[in-house]
């Protein structure tokens, strides 16, 4: 059986929407049909479609509308027969001409693509023009359509209320989609509501229908919303404060390292040849010397890195358990392996700023730990610096130094 030749598709559907397109179509055009099939390619390869699938999917998307130039009643049907015929004169088999017809079926009204994944693919793409900057200006195109294809005429005002009620019922099936798609359908629905509030002739019964949509789409889609400006500010500079807290502590350890160095240096090299002479000192030296010992431990403790073993998997991606954001999470792993994981975790906002939160949260334990053996560290030393004074003091005055 051949494979389905994806460019010959795109001339024999190009041709027929130039040779036979009606008066009267205006949104169901070859435009929109480029336009699905282009977002078919690419939904499909962010969801990880492989090329055959790729295919099918683009295929569904190119016949999707070609019903229309036949009937506006039940287009599907239209398209599905003539996807069928061009589909078997060149050799497709019937399974993918089946898969195929069953995409075509998925688009129509309610959509309904069930578990298959690249009939949600073609779904998304046919309906992906909800998101974009140019949809108020197409949206009008297809009331145009229904005006002159349809027996009875849709004012604005109740076209903007079927629409609403669409963007109300409909929601998107690939992850890429609600991923992607999702914030800039927010804001469309916003730039419809914003139209419907600006006719005059509204009644009280639509005004509560249409607040009680905006509430109830609100609510639905604040759960997909991408954090917005704030979140990442909230993020940049936490991040900022917790490598700064960070710093000083490395700096505070480096303080008590360095003048502890010294006075261990000052005490061995003078102290030791001076034991026999001055024996009362040796008890309170002794402490002195353990101080600057156990402070500079601590101390170095404190800036002691801990890495991981800088590997991970495959299967820790797709589960979302590892932390991208870190580099002991992937030091030892090649360019490629870390350039594919990163495009993963991308592709999931969820799953980004979970790596986010994480990373935050991994550096806020590394500095508590940080600050409690520089802690340890400043007690010993402050402890032990009275304690060996009042010694040295006590042996002074018991007996005095001959």
Partial sequence: MADINISAVQSYVEKLFKEQLPEG????????????????????????????????????????D????????????????????????????????????????????????????????????????LSEDFYIERTMLLRAEWNLTREKR???KNYYLE?????NNHKFYTEYARNNLTAGKYVNFQLLLKRL?????????????????????????????????????????????????????????NILISINSIILTVLVSMGIGRVADYPNFIIPGI?????????????IMSTRPKISSGKFTEEDIHNKKVNLLFFGNFYNM????????????????????TSMIRDQYSLGKVIGRKYNLLRVAYTVFMIGL???????????LAVPIA
């Fill in 287 to 299: 402490v002195f010397l353990s101080t600057c010992l156990i402070t500079i431990i601590f101390a």
């Fill in 25 to 64: 179509i205006s949104y169901h055009d070859l435009d929109h049909t480029l336009y699905v099939a282009a977002q078919a390619r690419i939904i499909g390869k962010e969801s990880g479609l492989n090329e055959k699938d790729l295919d099918i999917a683009e295929t569904a998307a190119w016949f999707h």
């Fill in 163 to 167: 629409t609403i009620e669409l963007f």
């Fill in 197 to 253: 509030s600006g006719i005059s002739d509204k009644s009280n019964k639509n005004l509560k229908k249409m607040k009680f949509q905006n509430k109830k789409l609100n609510q639905k889609l604040q759960q997909e919303k991408l954090p917005g400006r704030g979140v990442e500010s909230m993020f940049r500079l936490t991040a900022r404060n917790q490598i700064n807290l960070s710093s000083i502590a490395d700096n505070k350890a």
């Fill in 334 to 353: 090649t360019m490629n392996e870390y350039e594919w994981a990163v495009k993963e975790m991308m592709k999931d906002n969820n799953y980004l700023y």
């Fill in 66 to 129: 070609i019903g229309f130039l036949f009937s506006t009643e039940d287009h599907e049907s239209e398209s599905q027969r003539i996807a069928r015929e061009y589909l078997s004169s060149n050799g497709i088999s019937a399974e993918v001409i089946d898969h195929v017809h069953q995409c075509i079926e998925a688009t129509r009204m309610p959509q309904d693509p069930g578990d298959d994944l690249i009939a949600s693919v073609v779904c998304d793409a046919d309906m992906s023009y």
């Fill in 154 to 156: 849709i004012s604005k």
């Fill in 386 to 396: 009275v304690l060996s004074s009042i010694m040295f003091a006590i042996f002074i």
